[in-house]
């Protein structure tokens, strides 16, 4: 939206269809979660950004894709049809497949729906419920989540809930190298946190996770941050998909089965280069997903694009610290969490208002 603002292509209209007005930074997510950023610092008014880059905004939820009639489908019935349709979705954590987890677990996404879902997570321990928080998922995501709330609950709104952390793999933060993995063994065993590593849960119902084995942990509030997965819509619109149902793209961001269909992000997947689910990867396919966008509405051939092969992670303790993992490097400190901060907001500040820091999101 910003290379178009800057530069708007003759003859061209963009809009920019989007559930909720305010769409939040994911690298600032755990921070909000803390109580160290306001909502207004960690989202994006996509009402405001469009209107700065010449855009149509319309709030409204897509549900089908239409690609043979070249139309989106919304929730609300309304169509809107398209030369060029860019998906840019996101994914959600995988629910479907383990019977219970969507009745009874609280998704970290949608956000907007997590942080309302969290409040009254908050208000229950504010009358002085002693609730048992379990947070499934052992990645990066997962373990900032948790150390996030929990530091967040401690020093805001009292109580002290037991927090658990179930994951599937043998150990956590399988994804980074060793260091990183035993400096957070040490965070969460300090902070009194119990781990449950190879508890991979098949089944949810109130106040129990199963387990396969036969495991049972008792939990009040199941917080899902597991594997991410492609939403529904993928499917039904027929597009090509790798072998866990995201959209399969070239290395031009372009679907391999629909040349005027484009995406980017966590819902795609680049059969040439592929990465893990990640805000690093994502954002770094702005530009040239907006690249191409022009050059396919031109009618001009369009440009490869290869990420890079590893990507710097910086992960929060949730209490201005972090972590920074680098193949394999690691180190820890504050100085760490001034970096990610400051590496933060500068890039928000891109995609907010001068007055920003008054204004209010939705409660």
């Not at 803390?34 to 996509?46: N, R, T, V, W």
């Not at 303790?317 to 490097?329: E, K």
């Amino acid at each position: 939206m910003r290379a178009f603002g800057r530069l708007p292509p003759h003859g061209t209209r963009v809009t920019l269809l989007s559930r909720t007005r305010f769409t939040p930074y994911s690298g600032m997510l755990p921070g909000l979660l803390a109580g160290l950023y306001s909502f207004a610092e960690s989202h994006i008014d996509l009402a405001w950004l469009a209107s700065e880059t010449g855009c149509e905004f319309i709030e409204s939820e897509a549900m089908r894709i239409h690609p043979a009639a070249r139309e989106v489908e919304c929730t609300d019935g309304s169509m809107f049809g398209y030369d060029v349709l860019s998906a840019d979705t996101g994914s959600t954590p995988a629910m479907d497949a383990v019977p219970g987890a969507r009745e009874h677990a609280l998704p970290v996404k949608p956000v907007d729906r997590f942080l309302a879902g969290w409040r009254s997570v908050e208000q229950r321990i504010a009358s002085g419920q002693p609730l048992r928080i379990a947070v499934v998922g052992g990645g990066a995501g997962g373990v900032e989540l948790l150390l996030s709330l929990q530091h967040r609950l401690r020093a805001a709104v009292g109580g002290d809930p037991r927090f658990l952390l179930v994951t599937d793999q043998a150990d956590i933060l399988t994804h980074h190298n060793r260091s990183v993995r035993r400096i957070f063994r040490d965070v969460l065993a300090a902070r009194q946190i119990e781990v449950f590593p190879a508890h991979e849960v098949t089944r949810v119902e109130p106040h129990t996770l199963h387990c396969a084995g036969g495991a049972r942990i008792a939990v009040d509030v199941p917080i899902w941050v597991t594997t991410a997965a492609p939403p529904a819509w993928i499917a039904d619109a027929g597009l090509a998909t790798d072998h866990r149902g995201f959209i399969a793209v070239d290395d031009c961001l372009r679907s391999i089965s629909h040349t005027d269909v484009f995406a980017a992000g966590d819902v795609a997947t680049m059969v040439n280069h592929p990465r893990p689910k990640s805000g690093v990867y994502a954002v770094r396919q702005g530009p040239p997903l907006a690249r191409n966008l022009r050059r396919a509405l031109a009618g001009e051939r369009l440009s490869a694009f290869a990420p890079q092969r590893t990507a710097l992670a910086l992960i929060g303790t949730g209490d201005r610290d972090a972590v920074a993992s680098w193949g394999r490097f690691a180190a820890r400190g504050p100085w760490v969490w001034r970096w990610k901060d400051y590496i933060d907001r500068r890039w928000m500040r891109s995609y907010h208002p001068p007055d920003s820091g008054d204004r209010k999101g939705p409660t």
